[in-house]
């Protein structure tokens, strides 16, 4: 299977401690995007990387959440100091910044990390 | 920032009939509107998609048509299936060629297709 993958899949913590999550984009993907999803509602947006660079970052990424991708491969989430309000779905996505220029540059959705935090 | 609203939040249908499901955006600016379905479990997974330069766009049973004055657009399925079942997502989006596409959701439809 070639698509994104996220590691791990389920994750459950105790307030106040930290987590790691991580991505693997599709091969060649250049483009990387966190987004969180809680229960009932769309996606939203978290950061984005293009290559080992992070370009944009949302409102709703606090001084807790900080992403890396150090080699313009898989990217990592950590959430610091964890809430309950943190508990979500956690969803990778990629695209190709070639395929942007050709005007098929769709996101691939990797299937979430669920995090819940008690 | 961007602003979409999706109606209607679920939906039930006899299989064989048809399914809409409308959006509308705030941003004039948004060029690309993509559909998505995600099933109990998995992430979103891309189903048609539409620029803002075409009005309507159709795969097999699945259409979008995009109405830029009125910033709406719309999902048809017509002959539904059981495994049409999901929560399918609108989103939109604005960016240049060659520029990142940060997506906005909007609530999501649940949509059950009764056999």
């Known amino acids: 299977d070639t698509g994104v993958s996220q590691n791990p899949r389920h994750k459950i913590t105790k307030r106040g401690q930290n987590v790691t999550f991580r991505c693997d984009p599709i091969s060649e993907h250049n483009r990387l995007y966190w987004y969180r999803q809680t229960l009932g509602q769309g996606p939203e947006f978290l950061t984005y990387?293009?290559?080992?660079?992070?370009?944009?970052k949302s409102r709703l990424l606090s001084d807790r959440f900080s992403a890396e991708r150090p080699k313009g491969s898989f990217s990592t989430l950590e959430i610091q100091r964890t809430e309950q309000g943190d508990s979500a779905m956690y969803l990778c996505?990629?695209?190709?910044?070639?395929?942007?220029?050709?005007?098929?540059?769709?996101?691939?959705f990797g299937p979430g990390t669920r995090l819940t935090v008690l | 920032g961007e602003n979409v609203e999706q109606h209607p939040s679920t939906l039930s249908v006899q299989e064989g009939d048809s399914a809409v499901i409308k959006c509308t955006y705030s941003?004039?600016?948004?060029?690309?509107f993509p559909w998505y379905k995600q099933e109990l479990g998995k992430g979103p997974q891309l189903i048609i998609d539409i620029r803002s330069n075409v009005g309507e766009k159709k795969d097999q049973r699945i259409a979008v048509t995009l109405n830029k004055t009125a910033k709406h657009f719309s999902l048809h399925i017509t002959e539904t299936q059981p495994e049409d079942s999901a929560v399918y997502f609108c989103?939109?989006?604005?960016?240049?060629?060659?520029?990142?596409?940060?997506?906005?959701f909007g609530s999501g439809t649940q949509l059950t297709v009764l056999p």
């Open positions: 990387f293009q290559n080992e660079a992070q370009l944009e």
């Open positions: 989103a939109a989006s604005k960016a240049g060629a060659g520029s990142a596409r940060q997506l906005t």
């Open positions: 996505a990629s695209s190709s910044k070639r395929a942007s220029f050709l005007g098929t540059d769709t996101q691939y």
């Open positions: 941003d004039s600016a948004s060029n690309y």
